[in-house]
């Protein structure tokens, strides 16, 4: 099975700042790499499909990237409501593998 | 609008059963992939379960695996998750996810269940 780690596991910022997640994978995957926004007692959401790929309605300011293990999500000027969990998946081999979470706190 | 609604969860003593529901709209139902995602408390996501749009093909983790069953009903747009010989370890927020592509790439998630093992 593929493990996913995230870092760090949390990460304060302010408003405005640019910040980078990473999220590592035990062995090489293509790009069946989503990225999750989770935030408190809600759903997560979708983000970023296929490494870098942008989900329709999120806003530009996210972006993803990577190749074979090691991919990152980018917040460029962050805004109150982008303080939430972020989850990276995994989906190239079974089962479907999702990172612990990186808490992005003010 | 896509909405996927969860239902069935509740308190459960170890050893008992229980079956959830996910019933989706606002999209076509029938050709999409869907999976069940839990957290427990406190915790995070973990795939459950999968299942291909046409009901064929179920997928377990290791973890549930013979003790739950995954189907699903696309006349009446409807998802479930039989849930037997349950533990306090699958306590947790159990959400449907609806599939966009061929695998677990989930585009739609549901607000969730929660289900809660305990004596």
């Known amino acids: 099975d593929i493990q996913m780690t995230q870092s760090p596991s949390s990460l304060s910022a302010s408003v405005g700042d640019r910040v980078t997640l990473t999220c590592r994978a035990s062995q090489r995957i293509k790009r069946y790499l989503n990225w999750y926004q989770q935030r408190p007692g809600k759903a997560p959401k979708l983000l970023i499909y296929?490494?870098?790929n942008l989900q329709s309605g999120v806003p530009s300011r996210f972006s993803g990237s990577g190749s074979g293990t090691e991919f990152t999500l980018t917040i460029s000027g962050l805004q109150p409501e982008d303080f939430a969990t972020y989850y990276c998946q995994q989906s190239d081999s079974d089962p479907c593998s999702f990172g612990q979470g990186t808490k992005l706190e003010i | 609008e896509v909405q996927l609604l969860e239902s069935g969860g509740g308190l459960i003593p170890p050893g008992g059963s229980l079956t959830l529901s996910c019933v989706g709209s606002g999209y076509g139902f029938g050709i999409y992939g869907m999976s069940w995602v839990r957290q427990a408390p406190g915790k995070g996501l973990e795939w459950v379960s999968s299942i291909r749009s046409s009901g064929d093909g179920p997928k377990y983790a290791d973890s549930v695996q013979g003790r739950f069953t995954i189907s699903r009903d696309n006349s009446k747009n409807t998802l479930f998750l039989e849930m037997n010989r349950l533990r306090v370890e699958d306590t947790a927020v159990y959400y449907c996810a609806k599939h966009w592509s061929s695998g677990p790439d989930f585009d739609y998630w549901g607000q969730g269940t929660l289900v809660a093992v305990s004596s």
């Open positions: 296929g490494v870098s």
